[in-house]
């Protein structure tokens, strides 16, 4: 929209009801929002105004009112509230929150790919909206960039999820108004069964698009942005986007399967909740997600590899911090009192931190650790602590070597001896001593896979491969891993990289082979259900 046909349109709404408008703040395909100021309150709000053409028309006009409905029963930072819905002299309107910042995608526009760190913040906070809207059953069905607002509330960066206009109620028939044979969405970031017929869009889907709007902060395009309308929407459907790393190379390996999860092709393939999503980044962020004025973002120039030691740390509740792993292994349950005593020393720990006692923070940690050893809060928190400490230890000088020499004899005896959960122990006492120590990663690694503890398991391997140290060994060992969970792409992967280290290496070559064919087989599988869905429609 012209400058002039700004001015025009200010001037013709001067004043809507007890809203007198200010300035122009966008245009879309529902019509003008405007800056404008509540009368009677002084309240500064976003109005947005539906164009007289789309009032007209009874489908618009629910689509509008929709939005309104949706959004009045959404009470979350993380969403921009609804004021009013009203119509005022034939012109019918929405007060929205006014949001004093820019959208996700001129946010990265101007900042170029985001820092790993602030995207996990961001993508928190957007898993934190999607599961509001879960909660009431709606399924925003336009998740993209643009409809996230980033915005600065005490120093700290916040993005708020925004136009509700072609969500649906799941416990309702009001989706009809869209459907009807329809593709609502935007293709770049859709999801494909919502592609084929918008009516099978649910939450996974909207988790679907999250992940494209993610990949886009983190590669600084969205994943298939080539090509097509017909060609973009088969890649979704068919395609996996090119690795982030090409365009971003400070993206952890494990921030790369989440999405990957999050973007997988079939729908029960994908996290199935926001609160699912929620508890995997929570172990990317090293603490269970909290309220986000709990958790400071750190600005991207004043963020280090590791946090300098008067950084305060927020105190998480552990309860969310639960890991499914022990459910799957064969571990005793831990009994309240247990769970309590690990608690309070995890706090402690954090407290003890703040205060510069990092030698004594870490101990607390150890013991965390060994009172429940599933838990990757306590294991990913240590880390943090053991980063800091790492450059004192290394120049621990003789003493300190003898030290390590001899815990490495205690973990080669209870290794030896089939005690695992002595391995775990003894071997996060040697990390703590020298966390870039990959023979013991890989020995813990082993230990915990015999416990049943495939997440730590991986979690523990994958913390050697981010070092860039991928030797054959690390690479088979993961990629053995990645097999035993079915994730069949990263272990094909990992074993082309050994192949290539090691031409001669039978094991790899034919791990290539048969993991092709999985893949295969299971592409064939989804086309046959996709077909099957198809000729059903």
Not at 24 to 38: N, P, Q, R, S
Not at 367 to 388: E, M, S
Request: proline share 6%; aromatic share 6%; hydrophobic share 40%.
């Amino acid at each position: 929209m012209s400058s002039g046909a700004q001015e025009k349109n200010t001037r013709r709404y001067h004043r809507l009801g007890k809203y007198r408008v200010m300035s122009h703040i966008a245009a879309g395909g529902m019509g003008v929002v405007y800056k404008a100021v509540d009368t009677e309150t002084g309240q500064l709000v976003a109005l947005k105004i539906l164009s007289p053409a789309l009032a007209a028309s009874p489908v618009a006009l629910e689509r509008f009112r929709r939005e309104a409905r949706h959004g009045a029963k959404l009470h979350q930072e993380n969403v921009v509230g609804i004021h009013e819905f009203g119509e005022a002299n034939g012109t019918w309107f929405l007060a929205l929150e006014f949001v004093d910042g820019i959208d996700l995608m001129d946010y990265t526009g101007r900042h170029g790919v985001l820092d790993p760190d602030e995207a996990v913040s961001f993508l928190i906070q957007a898993a934190r909206a999607l599961e509001i809207l879960h909660q009431n059953q709606i399924v925003h069905r336009d998740i993209k960039p643009s409809n996230f607002l980033v915005t600065e509330v005490d120093g700290r960066k916040i993005i708020k999820l925004t136009d509700l206009g072609v969500a649906r109620a799941m416990d309702t028939e009001e989706f009809r108004v869209t459907r009807d044979g329809r593709t609502v969405g935007t293709i770049d970031y859709m999801a494909p069964e919502q592609a084929r017929d918008s009516g099978l869009a649910d939450i996974r889907s909207d988790i679907y698009s999250l992940g494209c709007t993610f990949y886009h902060t983190l590669a600084g395009q969205a994943p298939f942005s080539e090509g097509g309308l017909a060609e973009r929407l088969f890649k979704h459907t068919e395609a996996e986007p090119p690795d982030v790393r090409q365009f971003n190379p400070k993206v952890p390996l494990r921030l790369i399967l989440v999405m990957r999860r999050m973007m997988a092709k079939k729908p029960e393939d994908r996290y199935q909740s926001p609160a699912d999503l929620l508890r995997d980044l929570a172990l990317l962020e090293a603490v269970p997600p909290t309220s986000p004025k709990d958790s400071p973002v750190v600005p991207a120039e004043k963020r280090s590899a590791t946090p300098p030691l008067d950084t305060p740390l927020p105190i998480p509740r552990m309860e969310e911090a639960v890991t499914t792993a022990r459910e799957a292994s064969n571990l005793p349950e831990l009994t309240p009192e247990q769970r309590r005593i690990a608690v309070g020393q995890f706090e402690r720990a954090i407290q003890i931190m703040e205060k510069g006692d990092l030698d004594y923070a870490i101990h607390l940690l150890l013991n965390c650790c060994k009172l429940d050893p599933a838990n990757l809060v306590y294991r990913q928190t240590l880390r943090r602590f053991q980063k800091a400490s790492f450059p004192k230890k290394a120049a621990a000088g003789p003493v300190g070597l003898l030290k390590r020499w001899i815990r490495k004899a205690r973990l080669k005896a209870v290794k030896r001896a089939g005690k695992n959960l002595q391995v775990l122990v003894h071997g996060e006492v040697l990390l703590s001593q020298n966390p870039q120590d990959q023979q013991t990663s890989l020995v813990m690694a082993q230990a915990a896979d015999a416990l049943g503890l495939l997440n730590l398991a991986v979690w523990l391997l994958e913390q050697s491969w981010h070092k860039d140290t991928h030797t054959p060994a690390l690479n088979r060992a993961l990629a053995r891993l990645y097999e035993k969970r079915g994730h069949f792409t990263q272990a094909a992967i990992l074993w082309d990289l050994v192949h290539q280290r090691e031409p001669k290496d039978v094991e790899a070559l034919q791990k290539k082979k048969d993991l092709a064919a999985k893949e295969t087989i299971l592409r064939g599988q989804y086309q046959e259900a996709m077909q099957d869905n198809t000729e059903t429609d």
